[in-house]
């Protein structure tokens, strides 16, 4: 995969244009959706990460920070100052998702990762240059391996008795679509929930093989359009499907290609010269980012091995780590905040600072019940309090298992440390998950 | 290969036209669901409520014009069937209840006496003015003044207005939104089943468990306050209203087909017991302990405070299970924000 062979650029061309045109997609709908608004401008609260608590909405220019990443976006689709455009979409696109944690999505901890990993990939501007323009074989190899472990990821992931045994949280969502035309009439079937589970973990563990090898390489990128479309159709996943059919195109061969990109440049009237030399820069210091941004991506999911404790009950590691749509856990949290001092005692309507998705998100995670709880203390000592001191009854239901108190209602929790591992202060998981 | 991948598309989609749903299993129809809702609950408690509050508000007209110890009695006996009408439309305040604002004009307590009793004119549709209308101001004024009589104007005044306002809310039902209730019978967030849940839950929360019983008992503030009891002026019916509100919760809740039915249709069971049922016996509890308490909550509280504590606790116990449980298992949304998941 290292080696020195030089390829076609086309195929870097393709999904610079592709992933470029679906990030500017994915930013127009989300100011179209009036997301910018609902998200980072009405809340009045945002859940940080940690050690990027300085991160925070910009007010209203917050929606000039999605113009220039939109404008970014389109940079990279035309390859304008493709660089500039990567370095800034980067940083930008980073930071909103720094913003609040509530929003998280793996997809977009994708986006992040790709565009830092584009930003070493030298990638030829405009549509004609590619034609007869080649670079170094490692750039695509590069993408290749980091779609295909995004993929192998998941399916490791599923990989555990809750989703192979006991088809969750599949058994859970797919009921809820049975209003669905042609495929509701399945969806509560239990082998349906079974075939889904098992087809979609061998789909994750296989497909990357398949895209790769040149044989299957054609038949995985249709498994893939069909895959995506039918989470597409059953589930509310936003932009992700896309993204993942465009990224797949990468496996193709670049015959394929440079008839894409003539499709599209006769589709512009754009101008058929072509260019015949090396047209990008070959310099070791970018493979060695390339290298590290790829360590990374195969080393950082697992992370949750070095902390004890189920990750589906303490979600330590869980994020960042391709546990995509793994598992359904709905919780509740109720704050009481007390004067250790006078002994008054309120209880919070956490809607009072939170918006409801907020709230739903922070009743089953516990970094986000720690920060709160530690906003609460701080909120009511502004307010006069003395010696606030907050407590937080709190259930979580997972994967189908009754309620269960997630958090002991005695614990002070400004006594608890930001930096505690949850598996220190939460109460015990009572059950065993097997698997990974 | 790729060239077959329209055809990979249309076969995955025409596959599924040609079968149909096996008779044996379980399948449950969200559209039904909403036919029954709208027309066998929401909008018979509508009429009932409208009713009731005609009822009323003729009672109080006759009382205007004639102020004797028959008609006030006959008033108050409207007044109390009036109330616990409201109880059973007060879980459906989805689309025209919500529009009309019509629980924050017909049941915000407590009153505040001093306003309603000023002699001034009373702009009733301001935000700021729910809390001297409606139901609780109709108990203050029939029960907690020393002469109704003086204020029988302002008495026909206000229960012309919840008559108009229930009014309003059956017609919304009746012309328009029942339709497109039904129709919107998907899952999204603002899909009907999810929203009517939704609404049903924040009553069962806010209404029933803290408003009646929590807040009085002090679960919310240092002190109990019985003060902010629900009719505190009648003095004996606040227990009645309270059975009644969970017993309408409760009927719906089991009303075929409705949610314990739905979670049966998916087998929903918790530790080797049917979900549907252990919600079921959380009313049944919550009924038994509120049925030996005083008629009187605001009472109840001032007496002994514990069993109201005790009921208390076994209405949170099934705000955990419905709220979450249950929630989960239909895969109801629980906020109206349609964000993309993965």
């Not at chain 2, 009429?47 to 009382?63: C, I, L």
């Not at chain 2, 009589?149 to 919304?172: D, M, N, P, V």
Request: aromatic residues 14%; contains cysteine; negative net charge.
């Amino acid at each position: 995969m290292w080696t020195q062979t030089e390829t076609s650029a086309a195929p870097l061309v393709v999904f610079r244009i592709g992933f470029g045109l679906m990030m500017l997609l994915g930013i127009v709908r989300f100011w179209v959706y009036g997301w910018i608004e609902k998200l980072y401008i009405w809340p009045q609260f945002f859940f940080s990460y940690r050690y990027f608590d300085w991160v925070k909405p910009l007010g209203d220019w917050t929606y000039l920070l999605f113009a220039v990443v939109g404008v970014a976006a389109a940079c990279i689709t035309v390859g304008y100052r493709y660089r500039l455009a990567t370095a800034v979409f980067f940083l930008g696109f980073t930071y909103i998702e720094l913003m609040d944690k509530t929003t998280y999505l793996n997809h977009y901890y994708f986006v992040s990762l790709m565009a830092l990993l584009l930003f070493w990939i030298p990638i030829p501007a405009g549509i004609a240059a590619a034609r007869g323009c080649r670079v170094n074989s490692v750039y695509i190899n590069a993408l290749r391996l980091f779609v295909a472990v995004v993929y192998f990821y998941a399916g490791v992931a599923k990989l555990n008795s809750d989703w192979l045994l006991d088809a969750q949280p599949l058994a859970t969502w797919l009921p809820a679509r049975a209003h669905l035309p042609l495929l509701g009439a399945w969806m509560q079937e239990r082998w349906v929930h079974y075939a889904f589970a098992w087809g979609g973990a061998l789909y994750d563990l296989v497909i990357p093989f398949l895209l790769l090898a040149p044989r299957t390489r054609h038949l995985g990128f249709v498994l893939v359009v069909v895959f995506h479309f039918l989470t597409w159709v059953l589930f509310p996943i936003g932009m992700f499907p896309w993204i993942m059919i465009v990224s797949a195109l990468i496996f193709l061969e670049p015959a394929t290609h440079a008839k894409i990109l003539d499709r599209i440049a006769a589709l512009l009237r754009a101008g058929r010269d072509t260019v015949a030399t090396a047209c990008a820069p070959v310099s070791p210091a970018r493979r060695v980012a390339v290298a590290v941004v790829l360590a990374f991506h195969l080393l950082f999911p697992w992370r949750y091995l070095l902390h004890p404790g189920e990750v589906f009950w303490t979600e330590n590691g869980y994020r960042f780590s391709w546990r995509v749509m793994l598992m359904e856990k709905a919780g509740m949290a109720t704050f009481r905040v007390e004067d250790a001092a006078t002994g008054d005692r309120v209880v919070v309507n956490n809607r009072e600072f939170l918006t409801a998705f907020q709230e739903k998100q922070m009743a089953t995670q516990p970094d986000f019940l720690l920060e709160f709880g530690h906003f609460l203390a701080d909120h009511y000592r502004s307010r006069g309090m003395a010696d606030p001191r907050v407590y937080v009854d709190s259930y979580v239901a997972l994967n189908g298992r009754l309620s269960t108190r997630y958090v002991d209602p005695e614990l002070d929790l400004t006594e608890i440390s930001p930096d505690a591992p949850p598996c220190t202060w939460l109460l015990p998981f009572e059950d065993t998950i097997y698997g990974f | 290969m790729l060239r077959l991948l329209p055809i990979a598309l249309l076969l995955l989609l025409g596959c599924q036209s040609e079968t149909e749903p096996d008779e044996a299993t379980t399948t449950f129809d969200r559209a039904t669901l909403l036919r029954h809702w709208a027309d066998d609950l929401i909008v018979p408690a509508f009429e009932d409520f409208s009713a009731a509050a005609a009822a009323q508000s003729a009672a109080a007209t006759d009382y205007a014009t004639e102020p004797t110890e028959a008609s006030l009695g006959r008033l108050q006996e409207q007044f109390e069937e009036a109330y616990l009408a409201w109880q059973r439309v007060s879980p459906y305040m989805t689309g025209p209840g919500e529009s009309v604002r019509l629980r924050e004009q017909v049941n915000t307590y407590p009153t505040d006496t001093q306003r309603l009793t000023a002699r001034q004119e009373i702009v009733y549709e301001l935000p700021a003015n729910t809390d001297v209308q409606g139901m609780p101001a109709l108990d203050f004024l029939l029960f907690g003044v020393e002469d109704p009589a003086l204020h029988r104007a302002r008495i026909a005044e206000i229960a012309g207005r919840i008559s108009t306002l229930s009014g309003q809310a059956l017609s919304g039902w009746q012309d328009g939104y029942r339709d497109d209730y039904v129709a919107s019978a998907g899952s999204s967030a603002t899909a009907s089943v999810d929203r009517t849940v939704n609404d049903f839950l924040y009553w069962y929360e806010r209404n029933l468990r803290a408003g009646k019983v929590g807040i009085p008992a002090g679960v919310f503030s240092s002190e109990p306050r019985p003060e902010l009891a629900e009719a505190i002026y009648h003095g004996a019916l606040s227990k009645r209203l309270f059975l009644e509100a969970l017993a309408a919760g409760r009927a719906f809740y089991r009303s075929e087909p409705g949610l314990a039915d739905y979670l049966d249709a998916l087998r929903v069971e918790r530790d080797g017991q049917l979900l549907s049922e252990r919600i079921d016996a959380g009313f049944v509890s919550a009924d038994a302990i509120a049925t030996d308490l005083n008629a009187d909550f605001a009472t109840q509280v001032r007496l002994v405070n514990t069993p109201m504590l005790r009921l208390y606790d076994a209405l949170q116990a099934n705000v955990i299970l419905l709220k979450v449980d249950l929630l989960q298992a239909l895969s109801i949304n629980v906020d109206y924000v349609d964000a993309d998941g993965d």
